[in-house]
Nanobody
Framework: VQLVESGGGLVQAGGSLRLSCAASGSAFSINAMAWYRQAPGKQRELVAGITSGGGSTNYLDSVKARFTISGDNAKNTMYLQMNSLKPEDTAVYYC??????????WGQGTQVTVSS
C-alpha cells in the first residue's frame, strides 16, 4: 500500500486547510486510516482516525470541533479538514493506514505551518 499526502502549506492563524491522503496498491483493502502529526522536538501523536466506511471516528481532544476526518472509499482517499488553525497545530502531518492483512503503512508526510 502506498500513501501520498497533499494539501499542506502555510496559513495564518484562524485559517483552514484540507489534507488528502490517497492510497494505492494492488489487491488491498483498508480497514482503518488515521492522521498523525509530529512537531519539532515532540513525539508523533494521533490527531484523528476513521474506520472503513466512516462508521467510527476519533479525535485528539485539542482538535475536536475544529478538525473533521472523512473518507471516500471509491477514491481510496482520506481527508482532514482543518479549521480555526492555531500556531500549535504546526507540524508534519502523516497519513497511516491499516490493511486487511493487519499491516500498517505510513505516508511521507506533509508540512502544515500556522503563523500567528
Amino acid at each position: 500500500v502506498q500513501l501520498v499526502e497533499s494539501g499542506g502549506g502555510l496559513v495564518q492563524a484562524g485559517g483552514s486547510l484540507r489534507l488528502s491522503c490517497a492510497a494505492s496498491g494492488s489487491a488491498f483493502s483498508i480497514n482503518a486510516m488515521a492522521w498523525y502529526r509530529q512537531a519539532p522536538g515532540k513525539q508523533r501523536e494521533l490527531v484523528a482516525g476513521i474506520t472503513s466506511g466512516g462508521g467510527s471516528t476519533n479525535y485528539l481532544d485539542s482538535v475536536k470541533a475544529r478538525f473533521t476526518i472523512s473518507g471516500d472509499n471509491a477514491k481510496n482517499t482520506m481527508y482532514l479538514q482543518m479549521n480555526s488553525l492555531k500556531p500549535e497545530d504546526t507540524a508534519v502531518y502523516y497519513c497511516r493506514a491499516l490493511s486487511d492483512m493487519g499491516s500498517w503503512y505510513w505516508g511521507q508526510g506533509t508540512q502544515v505551518t500556522v503563523s500567528s
